[in-house]
């Protein structure tokens, strides 16, 4: 941290440190509920102790970075864990003999064998995706409020009093309003949102939690499985209730939105007040301005680079504001 502060915003950085903490502070009271008296059904049940103490202190900021939840954790470490100890000092032992020169080629083929079983056992489980609970909306809100929960909960079961009980309680209150706070706020929330999606045309429509796509049919087909779609899904406690075809026009809050893809063919008459351009038309810029007289263009992911460079160009002599998504994120309306 002195020398690399920066590595307070890493992911992993931040995991490690707090399952670290949850481990120091939470184990011990965790190894207390039950002292067995055999030695190997101890050293088991400490591993699962310690298994289970990181996960609790990881497990919000897991869910709020990658929304989902390894239901195996503890049978993962069960196996990892006596398997990393023989890693462990193998590789040293190793690597003081490597530094002499004199390490044998056994040992070396015993540490290398040893890495090869576990990342087999580790791949195996992964692969289990059925024990993976997957795309759990989690916000900023439910993460501070469930920290809290389980800081105060921890807390009170050190050592319980009424108020330190009272603070649970409170923290429980504290998670229910934030769950409600977020639903209410979603449900009121309406937005029309162009995506950066590479050689791909992909608008949204949200309304609550209720979301309608527009795109060409080969991307209709695999929207399920579109990451960009998913996570913008996840990330608004929404969920895809419809799909259209792509339309030449648009509308969204009075808003005429006029979508222009490789035909480049486009009414005269129309006003829009958003002109959207896909698939790379050839259009005259200018023609066009004078013609529609949009308030902004908006060029998608789907548009080739240097058709891009040029329509910024034009639109910055014509003093009409130019969105690439490409440069500025996706486009949205709300």
């Known amino acids: 941290m002195l020398f690399q502060p920066s590595f307070l915003f890493d992911v992993g950085f931040q995991l ?50 990658f929304h989902q939840f390894p239901g195996l954790f503890f049978v993962t470490n069960l196996v990892v864990i006596p398997f990393l100890s023989i890693i462990m000092v193998l590789g040293v032992i190793v690597m003081i003999l490597a530094a002499f020169d004199v ?36 916000n900023s809100y439910l993460l ?6 389980i800081i105060a909960t921890v807390i009170w079961f050190k050592k319980p009093s009424f108020n330190r009980l009272s603070l649970a309680m409170i923290a429980i209150l504290i998670v229910q309003f934030s769950y409600f706070l977020t639903h209410w706020t979603i449900q009121n ?38 990451k960009t779609l998913n996570a913008y899904l996840i990330g608004n406690f929404s969920y895809l209730q419809s799909t259209e075809k792509l339309q030449n026009t648009l509308y969204f809050k009075g808003k005429k939105i006029l979508i222009l893809d490789s035909l480049g063919v486009y009414p005269k008459n129309t006003k829009p007040d958003i002109v959207v351009l896909t698939q790379s038309p ?53």
């Open 189 to 226: 929330q309406k937005e029309f949102v162009i995506f950066h999606s590479k050689k791909n045309t992909l608008i949204t429509e949200r309304n609550g939690e209720n979301s309608t796509l527009f795109a060409n049919d080969s991307l209709l087909k695999t929207a399920n499985e579109n």
């Open 282 to 334: 050839k259009i005259n810029m200018d023609r066009l301005f004078q013609n529609l007289k949009p308030q902004i263009v908006v060029a998608d992911a789907s548009n080739y680079r240097t058709y891009i460079s040029l329509w910024k160009a034009t639109c910055l002599k014509n003093k009409i504001p130019f969105h690439a998504t490409g440069e500025k994120g996706y486009y949205k309306l709300d």
């Open 16 to 65: 490690s440190y707090l399952a670290l903490f949850f481990i120091l502070w939470l184990q011990p009271l965790l190894a207390q509920l039950w002292v067995p008296q055999n030695k190997v059904t101890n050293y088991f049940w400490e591993i699962l102790t310690v298994s289970f103490a990181a996960q609790i202190g990881a497990f919000p900021l897991s869910i709020y970075y």
């Open 144 to 149: 501070w409020s469930v920290y809290l929960l």
């Open 103 to 138: 390490a044998p080629l056994f040992l070396s083929k015993a540490l290398e064998w040893s890495i090869f079983i576990l990342n087999k056992i580790i791949n195996a489980i992964a692969s289990l995706e059925q024990f993976i609970i997957q795309d759990i909306p989690f």
